[in-house]
């Protein structure tokens, strides 16, 4: 991924009234990277989205895509932009292909044949392209929305709540694409959704707003490293025995018995220096079973401590 910001939001506020709805916001997103946009409902998500695609105005502050300002030179900036916001909106009497046929008319740049091809291809909906939309699946219409979406080989794709409705192979599939479409087209994806189990296997980083602020920033590998200490769960007997001794090996370490197993936060370089001590003092180990740090259990320690 070459370090070349895509997308840029310099201390960027809305406010209503007297009321900051956004308040101070600057991040980057990078080629080839999709980045996640995450916050609880109300924390200003779509109200970022929108004013990052010029459909509502900034009070403060700059968005730029390219070097080129939203603000000041809109039609310019705009076209390196493509995007779903909420659901993609098709002509369902007309084909998928006839609909992209449609859309490559209506934008500046040229749309050969084969780049509608190829982003066919890209989004899996060759053996469908020619069907009427008013047949497609949700899961299809979203994949074309994606098609839409990438005609006009945008450097920057948003795309919000995109897995909205779909069932769990529909979510997979979209998922798939839009990591394909950011390493193969070296393309910026800014993505908002609630999904956080989604997010965590789609996005290489992670952007959470809160009351209109944004409160963290970090790689997906920062946020699920399982270097750092995670809480183990140890199946031993004896079990209170068992307890003591490691309650005296790690002085300054969580521990407690719960539903039969010691649970105990510990460094993974320990877990194994763990068990063998166990096994040498005649401690019988059935299991131990470590909970890595999700993306939800992130999410959830950094707004409720915020």
């Known amino acids: 991924m070459e370090n ?5 939001l310099i201390n960027v506020k809305k406010q209503i009234g007297n009321i900051n709805i956004i308040d101070d916001i600057s991040l980057k997103v990078f080629q080839g990277e999709v980045f996640g946009f995450l916050g609880p409902n109300g924390a200003g998500k779509t109200t970022t989205i929108r004013m990052m695609v010029g459909l509502i105005g900034i009070t403060e502050g700059e968005v730029l895509i390219n070097g080129v300002s939203i603000k000041k030179n809109y039609e310019k900036a705009i076209l390196n932009v493509g995007g779903i916001i909420e659901n993609p909106e098709m002509y369902k009497f007309m084909s998928g292909y006839d609909n992209l046929i449609h859309y490559a008319r209506m934008v500046p740049k040229k749309v050969t044949k084969e780049r509608i091809n190829k982003v066919v291809q890209l989004v899996g909906l060759e053996k469908s392209i020619n069907h009427k939309v008013g047949r497609y699946s949700l899961g299809m219409r979203q994949r074309l929305g994606l098609a839409q979406a990438l005609l006009h080989s945008p450097s920057l794709l948003i795309l919000d709540e995109p897995t909205n409705g779909l069932d769990p192979a529909g979510i997979r599939e979209i998922r798939t694409y839009i990591r394909k479409i950011a390493h193969e087209e070296n393309m910026a994806v800014f993505v908002s959704s609630h999904l956080l189990s989604e997010m965590q296997l789609m996005c290489d980083r992670i952007g ?24 183990i769960r140890i199946h031993v007997e004896p079990l209170d025995e068992a307890f003591h001794f490691l309650y005296a090996l790690y002085e300054k370490t969580d521990i407690e018995i719960e539903d039969n197993f010691i649970k105990i936060s510990l460094k993974q370089e320990q877990i194994p220096q763990c068990n063998k ?8 180990v059935y299991g131990i079973t470590s909970t890595q740090t999700t993306l939800e259990d992130k999410f959830l320690e950094i707004t409720e401590e915020k």
């Open 4 to 8: 070349q910001a895509v997308v840029e």
């Open 208 to 231: 959470i707003i809160q009351n209109g602020k944004l409160v963290r920033v970090e790689t997906m590998g920062d946020i699920v490293d399982m270097s750092k200490e995670a809480t």
């Open 277 to 284: 001590a166990l096994v040498e003092n005649d401690f019988m």
